[in-house]
T-cell receptor, first 116, second 111 residues
Framework: GAVVSQHPSWVICKSGTSVKIECRSL??????MFWYRQFPKQSLMLMAT?????????EQGVEKDKFLINHASLTLSTLTVTSAHPEDSSFYIC????????????FGSGTRLTVV | GESVGLHLPTLSVQEGDNSIINCAYS??????FIWYKQESGKGPQFIID?????DKRQGQRVTVLLNKTVKHLSLQIAATQPGDSAVYFC??????????FGIGTKLQVIP
């Protein structure tokens, strides 16, 4: 089945630094990737949609300059949290429409970001 | 529907009993609905889905019911097991293939 590999699974960084999260579609081509953020005991909130070869579209209230998204190839989408602050600490998850399944979505395993 | 950042409600069920988890969605134009299970520290795991032209779909031990009139979705788990303990989210697909998640329900199975 379709697999999305997400790395790193966890990361701790200092305030003010940037962190890059990668999501790779291993056995299919993902022209679209959705990025979510999840705070403890809350639901997944859609942050943005990345599209291969074009600019990402961001949900209302999500800072484009802070959460940089790149989708340079059909198998790789990245989310960079720039100038991270403690309030950015969260669980970040990517998702792609799965290959061969008209309606299926495949999720990455998530990245736990802790900013200290 | 869109989560408003509320803390998760909890459903406690005795092992072996049936569980019913409910969800209200927001977009009447959504054409596809999905139930996910999420264990701590992991990404969502697909359970079952249903298209908007259906009102019921059954899987192994799970059934999803869709009531478009009142924009309500439910997940029924038969003979609940300890391994079913997790957080369950309903999700809806709207425009541009976007999937948005509901608030979620924490299911606790009492042995």
């Amino acid at each position: 089945g379709a697999v999305v590999s997400q790395h790193p699974s966890w990361v701790i960084c200092k305030s003010g630094t940037s962190v890059k999260i990668e999501c790779r579609s291993l056995d299919f081509q993902a022209t679209t990737m959705f990025w979510y953020r999840q705070f403890p005991k809350q639901s997944l909130m859609l942050m943005a949609t990345s599209n291969e070869g074009s600019k990402a579209t961001y949900e209302q209230g999500v800072e484009k300059d802070k959460f940089l998204i790149n989708h340079a190839s059909l198998t790789l989408s990245t989310l960079t949290v720039t100038s991270a602050h403690p309030e950015d600490s969260s669980f970040y998850i990517c998702s792609a429409p799965g290959q061969g399944a008209i309606y299926g979505y495949t999720f990455g395993s998530g990245t736990r970001l802790t900013v200290v | 529907g869109e989560s408003v950042g509320l803390h998760l409600p909890t459903l406690s069920v005795q092992e072996g009993d049936n569980s019913i988890i409910n969800c209200a969605y927001s977009n009447s134009a959504s054409d596809y609905f999905i139930w996910y299970k999420q264990e701590s520290g992991k990404g969502p795991q697909f359970i079952i889905d249903i298209r908007s032209n259906m009102d019921k779909r059954q899987g192994q031990r799970v059934t999803v019911l869709l009531n478009k009139t009142v924009k309500h979705l439910s997940l029924q788990i038969a003979a609940t097991q300890p391994g079913d303990s997790a957080v369950y989210f309903c999700a809806e697909r709207g425009g541009y293939q976007k999937v948005t998640f509901g608030i979620g329900t924490k299911l606790q199975v009492i042995p």
